[in-house]
């Protein structure tokens, strides 16, 4: 099956009881039980919903993995692949990592014997440089958030392959759509469903796929033994936005590379970023292992001015100036104050997060109206 046919098809099957061509919301916390133990595979529903199944094999199918596992948000998921380590056991990140995620490796696994390491892995050579007997996670984000910097998973994979680690890449930006790491050697792949996924800004989920049997045991029973799982109208939700995602990625991936070159001729602005442009310096790989550049597009102020980028954040109309990414309308962002607030600021310059740094998410409007809405506010 193709992609924009398993995202509508892939797991999916009408009920069998009625027919119902839409997967039923399983409002349920309980099933009857025929006998003690005798039971249709469904005893309580924080260990299995019907709903939240058929999501989670739909999921798996997209990301070409085996097990889908669903989490009730993107930190939750998270937090299920660290609690596979022990302590002593270290992690290498990128150091240019979504807020959320750096607080709760420092903030939270951090008090528990685990030690992170943040690198540039824009150069995988950071990554051998970290490496040693007690890693047990590498942990990549690309495009990485908000410098949609690229890394090579092909490349850190084989790294890290024989080290004994395991690889995780955040594949929220790309959505499996534009980039599906399993196929490039990583052996988790996790998604706050939230943003693409979802795709309306209306739920807040997570989610780990892998490929290895093994491993979806250990998730699964970490799923069930912490009990982070979303509910099953959420779960609905998520499959009702999946069935749109390759239309809308399309989509606004088409807008944002408009928009990205409007902002690069714009003479207010400083940089641009954006992994389509041919100068990027990591251009190349991102065509090389994604199917499209992404809708995220950060720019900051020729003059760095704070005051005059918090008058162009508050003067948008269309740009809705809010948290979060990959729904149908487009947001600004400012990542200095907003989602990246919880780095320290030494640490947001070194990757060049400027305090006039501003980072949209690119959403499915008519691009005209997004171009003249930036337009009169820049
Ligand atoms: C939003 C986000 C998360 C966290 O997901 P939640 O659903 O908000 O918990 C993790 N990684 C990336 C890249 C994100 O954008």
Redesign the pocket.
């Known amino acids: 099956m193709k992609f924009g046919t398993k995202v509508i098809h892939a797991g999916i099957h009408p009920d069998p009881q009625t027919g119902a061509v839409m997967t039923p919301i399983y409002q349920t916390s309980t099933y009857a039980q025929e006998a003690p133990g005798k039971h249709k595979g469904y005893e309580y529903a924080r260990t299995q919903n019907p709903t939240r199944s058929v999501l989670e094999a739909n999921l798996a199918a997209l990301e070409n993995g085996t097990h889908g596992i669903c989490f009730s ?3 939750a998921a998270m937090d299920a692949v660290m609690r596979l380590l022990n302590p002593g056991d270290e992690i290498i990140a990128s150091n240019d990592l ?1 807020g ?2 750096y607080r709760q490796i420092t903030k939270v696994h951090e008090r528990y014997g685990i030690k992170g390491h943040f690198v540039d892995m824009t150069d995988p050579a950071n990554v051998q440089k970290s490496l040693n007997e007690n890693t047990k996670i590498v942990w990549i ?1 690309t495009p990485t ?1 908000p410098m949609l910097s690229i890394v090579d998973i092909q490349a850190v994979c084989a790294l890290v392959k024989g080290s004994g680690a395991l690889v995780c890449v ?1 594949n ?2 790309a959505s499996p759509y534009l980039q599906t790491p399993l196929d490039l050697g990583a052996d988790l792949v996790l998604h ?1 469903a ?2 693409y996924l979802g795709g309306h800004s209306d739920v ?3 989610a780990v796929v892998v490929k290895d049997e093994k491993l979806a045991e250990s998730i699964y029973f970490l799923q069930n033994a912490v009990g982070a799982v979303p509910g099953p109208q959420d779960c609905f939700l998520v499959l009702r936005g999946i069935k749109t995602l390759h239309l809308r990625v399309q989509r606004a991936c088409e807008n944002a590379a408009k928009i990205a070159a409007f902002l690069l001729g714009h003479p207010k602005v400083g940089k641009v970023y954006w992994p389509g442009f041919e100068n990027h310096p990591n251009h190349a790989i991102a065509k090389s292992q994604m199917r499209g550049f992404g809708a995220m597009v950060s720019f900051d102020l020729a003059n760095d001015s704070l005051e005059e980028a918090n008058r162009i954040l508050s003067s948008t109309h269309l740009f809705t100036l809010a948290e ?2 990959g729904g149908v309308e487009s947001l600004i962002g400012h990542p200095a104050s907003m989602t990246h607030a919880s780095i320290p600021k030494s640490e947001r310059l070194k990757v060049g997060l400027t305090d006039s740094l501003i980072r949209l998410s690119v959403g499915v409007e008519d691009v005209d109206d997004l171009l003249a809405d930036l337009q009169k506010a820049i």
């Open positions: 948000s993107g930190l979504y959320g995620s984000e958030n955040d929220t930006f706050s939230t943003k807040v989920m997570g979060s990414l």
